[in-house]
DNA sequence: GCACAGGCTTGACTCAGATCAACCGGAGCC
DNA sequence: GGCTCCGGTTGATCTGAGTCAAGCCTGTGC
């Protein structure tokens, strides 16, 4: 099993098939049969290495697809009525950007690479085509844009309950946490975003993200050389984020 | 058409089915064929009224059902890890809540009425079904997850970038609209939830809603009796608001 | 190699909204 | 009627995070 896993091929490749793809276990392919992962495999377009700072696709755009993360970091923005730029959401390996666009038939945000990326296009309406077909497809999802909710209301509250300690204590939890499910370390990895995008995600201002990351390294919470996080303690940024362990 | 709309049965009423309920150009049957409505409303349960304060579903909840808000109002909300309760969202007639429950087949908020309310009970495995063999109905259910995604993005903005004033005028502001949509007035209505529920909806406390909606009044920006708005001003809330009009 | 620009950090001061406290008034109950 | 309770308002004070300002570090381009 972990030999299966281990021997998958590696992301950044574009010719490799969502079968073969070692994220398939926690993006698309998840909930579906290996004959019907070879009809979503039909349908999704694998794009050559994406440039950082490069967008794939606009707020206001007309929705095609939606975009799975391969490889690389995205961040999603929407431009608010003041002008401001508003980060909505950060997607890593694994994960699903677009969804927004459904409801109106334009994007709500805009996605943007962090850094190098590859990134699988699947046309939404082919999904929907298949959907009808692949009772699992369908549910998969529902339940991917259900989850959605979840982490949207989640962020609600921690906007509107939590202190900054607290804001940046859960992102570099979370952060961690989605490494581990990657199977990558839980404890070292690369802040892919600035300090401005992790401000705006949290409501807060640069100066106070590079205050209260300079707090937690002096208590030992982690190591920072600039992007670089390393002997993160998860434990004690969840006691800091008033988490539940 | 206007005659049509007028001379549909009251929402209230639990024997009205969809083709014939007043909200069925906003609520669910909104893009479907009439021999498709037929269809959902044979999977739709109309409950009796329910009274003030009783939960439809509850955070931890089993998921089974989503639930269409038929007349009255409903506030859903969850539990912080501090042990707090935050207000996630207003729904009223028309809207649908439970949706969040989809992911993880577990509701990850609780909803209560607000005031005496009707709501229709549809138990998601047959909106699945019902979903593979209507396309319409797919999609529609798609907008809708997708659309709650729009307006919790847009929730995060507010309360990442806005002060107070903003937070409380954009709230009006919506109520206003969501009035005008049901036909009725988009100046004067009833605010059905508690000063607390607002606060705890927009990361605001208690004395400063209090404040805010005094200073409104002053201003001339709406008359407030207790919860009844009246003479509410929208462009000028906007403005306060700082929306575009 | 050097210069420049943009990202990041740190410090001093300010302020919007929280907290604490008092009071008001209507609804429910004896 | 009178009492209590709860939701709402208003005022005085406090504070966490924002603002303003200065300086530093790092990567990039010539």
């Known amino acids: 099993m972990r030999r299966a896993e281990a021997s998958k091929a590696c992301p950044h490749n574009p010719a490799v098939s969502c079968n073969n793809c070692r994220l398939s276990g926690i993006c698309l392919p998840l909930a579906l049969e290996s004959d019907e992962i070879v009809k979503l495999d039909n349908i999704v377009q694998r794009g050559r290495p994406l440039p950082k700072s490069r967008h794939i696709f606009r707020e206001g755009d007309a929705f095609t697809s939606v975009f799975a993360v391969r490889s690389g970091a995205v961040k999603t923005y929407s431009i608010t009525d003041a002008g401001e730029e508003q980060v909505t959401g950060f997607y890593f390996p694994g994960e699903v950007v ?4 459904i409801g109106q038939n334009r994007y709500a945000s805009s996605a943007v690479s962090l850094e190098v990326s590859a990134i699988c296009e699947i046309p ?6 298949l959907s009808g077909q ?3 497809l369908q549910r998969h999802f ?3 844009l259900s989850s959605e909710i979840v982490d949207d209301q989640r962020h609600i509250t921690l906007l ?11 992102l570099l939890v979370s952060i961690s946490a989605r490494q581990a499910r990657r199977k990558l370390s839980a404890s070292a990895f690369r802040l892919p975003m600035s300090r401005a995008d992790i401000a705006s995600f ?3 201002t640069v100066e106070t993200v590079s205050r209260v990351l300079s707090r937690f390294a002096k208590q030992d ?7 670089e996080i390393s002997d993160l303690d998860v434990e004690g940024l969840k006691a800091a984020a008033n988490l539940q362990p």
């Open 142 to 144: 529902f339940k991917l």
């Open 221 to 227: 919470l982690i190591r920072i050389d600039n992007k």
């Open 134 to 136: 692949l009772p699992n």
């Open 202 to 204: 949290l409501g807060l």
């Open 98 to 101: 677009g969804l927004d666009g």
């Open 124 to 129: 939404f309406s082919q999904i929907e085509d």
């Open 160 to 170: 509107s309950k939590n202190t900054a300690d607290e804001r940046v204590a859960s």
